[in-house]
């Protein structure tokens, strides 16, 4: 629409004269950037708040917070373990963890970066987790990177699509 304007515009003589027609490729293609820095800047602060529901619901073994955040075909790419396809392999998972005696004791995420195209939203960070491993006489701490990939609705809610991370090492 707004190539089909600067056209009209040109042929009418509006824009005839070369800096004129620099502010206004600079104004139209200003716009769209300014739209797309809000709408990452509002992604980010709905995905950090999420993450920190995420955080608690991830302490307290939480699975029906957390399943509101996964889509039904999630595919889960775990540090050290097989993939895991479908929201309810994942729940299964977490909750085999809570069953043998795992303890997330601390969790922090940062997220460093996001990219926006159409319906999905690719999230970068780091994170830190403290946990209490069963059989091991000290607390772990696990220190990595984390790549989520959320479905953004029409209506604005998010749900993750794929989730991978990995640690750089563990920390004793």
Known sequence: MAAKHLSRCFRQGILRTPLLTLVALVVLWSVPMAAESDTL????VKIDSINAILDQASRDFDFET????????VIVLPNGEPMLRGKQAFLENEKAAEEVGYKILNIETELVDLFHCDNFVHEVGTYAVTLK???VPFDITDVGKYLV???IYPDGALKIKLETWNNDHIER
């Open 66 to 73: 957390m399943s509101q955040y996964y889509e039904d075909d």
């Open 133 to 135: 491993v069963p059989g």
């Open 41 to 44: 800047d509002s992604l980010r």
């Open 149 to 151: 990939i959320w479905r």
